[in-house]
């Protein structure tokens, strides 16, 4: 097999879930290339990162003012030009915003399915088939699926949290490729602006402790002053239920679940989150799980440690304050 | 483009019967799916794309969005969640009418069923500019339809829309997207797929008058050989398995057995 990597990188920094994805692909055996985009200023530096990374075997690598941003409908015609008349069998990457755009088109028109968000990976080189297993119904049944042979280039994304992201090596470097970018004229589609979240905390996504709150924290006020301090004492990333974010507690790139973030930390703290299957299925993964809620933990999975108590509020600010 | 400065848009909304949300789901014995004999009701994502077909005929006005023409593809009871778009606002809705024991069909034959419908929509009068559709089915989880459409038809896309906003004399639309960590507007040209987040909108409930006058509404029903599509799986599934239980745990008093218990379990300050 050979896989190409969607290596996707925010302004000249790879992205942890495209780590992850590497990992993934590198599990099917065979040679593993990674694709880099972007413009002029961000490549290169890019693609030095990617040349250090464990078990790569090359870097492609296209730049183009018009890859600044990753339009699925500019980033597409390249995509089919790399696979047509090539030896690529798997193309893999994270489960991301923007690789959830454009893997899905661009199999498409290869008439090819995408299997999303899998969770383990294994190829067979003797029937040339390769079996996926991935969360539905929101985490609560796994499906194993089979992409036989008669599926020539396999598209999967990967959810970052069931792979270890792959790690860099000091003095490995594999070469590198330039491929010539494929000029797409009158996209139909234009970026305007992108704005992200700022935050000094650790990144939801990738955090090994996380620290959640919902809509019983009344308001964002009370979500900040509750649930930050906490965060600052563990070194935890911060997350919010829907709930809090549709109430306006909290940004919405903070929320945890089925339509969020999906993560698995170390130690997940559940702050006034009810448990919806929806909030369960973007955490349930997570190795210690915390609720703390007056409701009845019957949402939870069962090993949870918990406080039911009618001074819900109380106990929040206590745990704030408690010396650690 | 059409030579006429004032466009007429046409909105195609596919939609999807999918086990209801609130539904506790179980695998069945012989672990070849979920028991499916429980509620099922049209898939959230997609109602959320029928209410933005609606409201932009309501900003726009009558005479700019033409038409709202819901779509599905699954087995006779499919008719009812088609019933319900057209309670809420559709004006006439296709059923592409498959057999109760048919396989689900994939995303991909499920974007070429579209695809076809749009090209028997033809260039003229009934030409389809914009489809509006869920970013995800809540069952199988996949999110992908959108994104294929658009690509078979070399479209415009937008996935992830939280706002959408028509400026039907230029022939554009700027949605906002839900991206990681932010948000992300872009200016597409129509014909334009769009997929639905969740902050788009609130759906709203249809009236007891409005239901009654949906039941005669036009439903036109198709069979997968009128237009041309192979349902095959190209996926095979082995098995759908329960996830693994999770074990141990317990309840704590206070706040100090918590902190207590985390120490143990090796949570330090960082």
Known sequence: ?324 | MRPSAARLLNILVPVKRAVDYSVKIRVNPQQTGIDTNVKHSMNPFDEIAVEEAIRLRETLGASVVKSIKAVTIGPPKSVDILRTALAVGADSAVHVALPESAPSPEPLAVAKTLQALIKKAGDGESKVDMVILGKQAIDDDLGVTGQMLAGLLGWSQATFASKVEVDEGKGEVVVTREIDGGGEEVRCKLPVVITTDLRLNEPRYASLPNIMKAKKKPVEKLSPEDLGVDYTPQLETLKVTEPPKRVGGGKVASVEELVAKLKEAGVTAA
């Open chain 1, 1 to 324: 097999p050979h896989a190409l990597v969607f290596l996707e990188h925010r302004k000249g920094v790879i992205d942890a879930g495209s780590l992850s994805a590497l990992t993934a692909a590198k599990q099917l055996g065979g040679q593993v290339s990674a694709l880099i985009v972007g413009d002029s200023e961000h490549v290169n530096g890019v693609v030095e990162q990617a040349k250090k990374l464990q078990g790569l075997t090359s870097v492609l690598h296209s730049t183009s003012s018009q890859y600044a941003e990753p339009l699925p409908e500019v980033l597409t015609p390249l995509f089919e030009k790399l696979l047509s008349d090539s030896s690529f069998t798997h193309v893999v990457s994270a489960t991301s915003s923007s690789a959830k755009s454009v893997l899905p088109r661009v199999s498409a028109k290869l008439d090819a399915p995408t299997v999303s968000d899998v969770t383990s990976v294994e190829h067979d080189a003797s029937t040339n088939s390769t079996t996926f297993t991935r969360p539905i119904y929101a985490g609560n049944a796994i499906a194993t699926v089979k992409a036989p042979s008669a599926i020539p280039i396999k598209f999967f994304t990967v959810r970052g949290t069931a792979f270890a992201p792959t790690p860099s090596e000091d003095g490995a470097s594999v070469e590198a490729k330039e491929v010539e970018p494929v000029q797409v004229a009158d996209p139909p589609t234009q970026h305007i602006k992108t704005t992200i979240a700022k935050s000094d905390r650790p990144d939801l996504g990738v955090a090994s402790r996380v620290v959640s709150g919902g809509r019983a924290l009344k308001d964002a006020k009370t979500f900040e002053t509750t649930l930050y301090p906490l965060a600052d004492v563990l070194g935890a990333a911060v997350g919010a239920s829907r709930a809090a974010v549709d109430s306006g507690y909290a940004d919405n790139s903070l929320q945890v679940g089925q339509t969020g973030k999906v993560v698995a930390p170390e130690l997940y703290m559940a702050l006034g989150i009810s448990g919806a299957i929806q909030h369960l299925a973007g955490m349930k993964d997570s190795k210690l799980i915390v609720a703390v809620n007056k409701a009845s933990p019957h949402n939870y999975p069962r090993e949870m440690y918990l406080m039911a108590h009618r001074t819900r509020m109380h106990q929040f600010s206590k745990l704030r304050m408690l010396a650690w």
